[in-house]
């Protein structure tokens, strides 16, 4: 808007700027067409000819969160969708491993020594319906992870070993799930081994106010062997019925917004995003904005690697076409065309760029000695 006069607001308005100065003369601004206006003015023009100023406009494209709400809002065409579930607890005590009992299928034994160090993203049909799994990491050094987990969740499992009780990143999964408002069901895993107690855990967990019904609380319990498929279709049904009470709903008319799992940089297909699709129905083709990053769906796949053309609420699907690498926990948003996305991938990674430098621009050498 540097140096914007009444000529230049008429072209963007579509109107005589004879028309713009008079309109002025009417809110108290006199000027001729040349002379050039302040933002106010131009805000408070623009307003008057029932659009919001250019600049307002680029900066609400450039929110994704305020973005994605609108789109929420569209409460028509509002049909079932899978819910999310998110499994947490602490390391070893059977996450995977109970995945890939769910999944029929061999996770853990191409994981680097035993150890998830990713959210992975399942979608499973049990009883003609779907389920979205979220595999989290146990290990310590991943608690960003389990927050993200936790906050793009409908519903958290809590896995907790019974040969070894509530440890630490057991209370940070409840503090997660609690954070994000999740309701947990809690599985007890491993109810095969020797040395299991399922009854420990459970009192121990009364302390952070997970009470069976049976003890008079309303938290649902299962006790399962991920190993030995013990239990496993009773925690099935309890994730549906959870699921059900919760009438979980989304819009596939709409375009697509959703957050990330995952991301990283293929040497050959350049940067790789896991998204789960949240809202609406995505496309290939579909122009993208993801966190800081931007493009069109090139290619889009299952989690089995299939090809897959489009993905509806609550469906995890691997893309590629964007032009850099998005962080895990960033939203997305589909846009209607290239250009626009574009500009608002741009003006959110430029945003982005300002604000690190703000956070680093007082670090000058002598200071970063001082703090030595
Ligand atoms: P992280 O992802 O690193 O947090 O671990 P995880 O929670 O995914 O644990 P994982 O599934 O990798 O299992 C850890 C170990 O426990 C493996 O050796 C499993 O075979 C074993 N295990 C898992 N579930 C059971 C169970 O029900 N019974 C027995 N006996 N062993 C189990
Ligand atoms: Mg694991």
Redesign the pocket.
Known sequence: TEGMNAQDLAKILHRSAAEIVKKLFMLGVMVNQNQSLDKDTIEILAADYGIEAKEKVQEDIADLDKFFDDEQKNQEHMVPRPPVVTVM?H????????LDKIRHSHV?AHEAG???QAIGAYQVRYNDQLITFLDT???AAFSEMRARGANITDITVL?VAADDGVMPQTIEAINHAKAAKTPIIVAV??I??PGANPDHVTEQLTEYGLVPEDWGGDTIFVK?????DKNIDELLDMILLQAEMMELKANPEQRAAGSVVEARLDQGRGPVATLLVQQGTMHVGDPIVVGNTFGRVRTMNNENGRKIKKATPSTPVEITGLNDVPQAGDRFVVFEDEKTARAAGEERAKRAQEEERARTSHVTLDNLFDTM
Request: hydrophobic share 25%.
């Open positions: 607890g390391v070893d005590h059977g996450k995977t491993t109970l853990t035993g150890i998830t990491p146990g290990h896995v895993n491993k095969d081994k399962i062997s991920a190993k030995f």
